[in-house]
């Protein structure tokens, strides 16, 4: 199977920003989806942000639209996510993750994820 990490966590002041990056490594990645999903304590995973293998297509919560960007270089099999104008709200712990052929946003179509990287946003 694919192994996949996250890195790139950190504490920032509301308003900062912070890129988060994947790595996935293993077989390659062709064909496969990919997205950004966090965990807040107390609240259930949430879908942030996803992919097409190809990077033609993208998809954002509403909470994170206009302020999140996701990308992906499939050269050297990297998964981003470029997080801007951050608040406290977002402080949680954000997972990547592959999904084979069509891009979800529902994280049980899934098949594999990292271990998450926290990200804290102080006020």
């Known amino acids: 199977q694919v192994q996949l990490e996250e890195s790139g966590g950190g504490l920032v002041q509301a308003g900062g920003s912070l890129r988060l990056s994947c790595a996935a490594s293993?077989?390659?990645?062709?064909?496969?989806?990919m997205g950004w999903f966090r965990r807040a304590p107390g609240k259930e995973r949430e879908f942030v942000a996803a992919i097409s293998w190809l990077g033609r297509n993208t998809y954002y919560a509403d909470s994170v639209k206009g302020r999140f960007t996701i990308s992906r270089d499939n050269a050297k099999n990297m998964l981003y996510l470029q997080m801007n104008s951050l608040k406290p709200e977002d402080t949680a712990v954000y997972y990547c993750?592959?999904?084979?052929?069509?891009?979800?946003?529902?994280?049980?179509?899934?098949?594999?994820w990292g271990q998450g990287t926290q990200v804290t946003v102080s006020s």
């Open positions: 293993g077989r390659t990645f062709s064909g496969y989806a």
């Open positions: 993750a592959a999904r084979r052929v069509a891009t979800s946003f529902v994280d049980s179509e899934y098949d594999y």
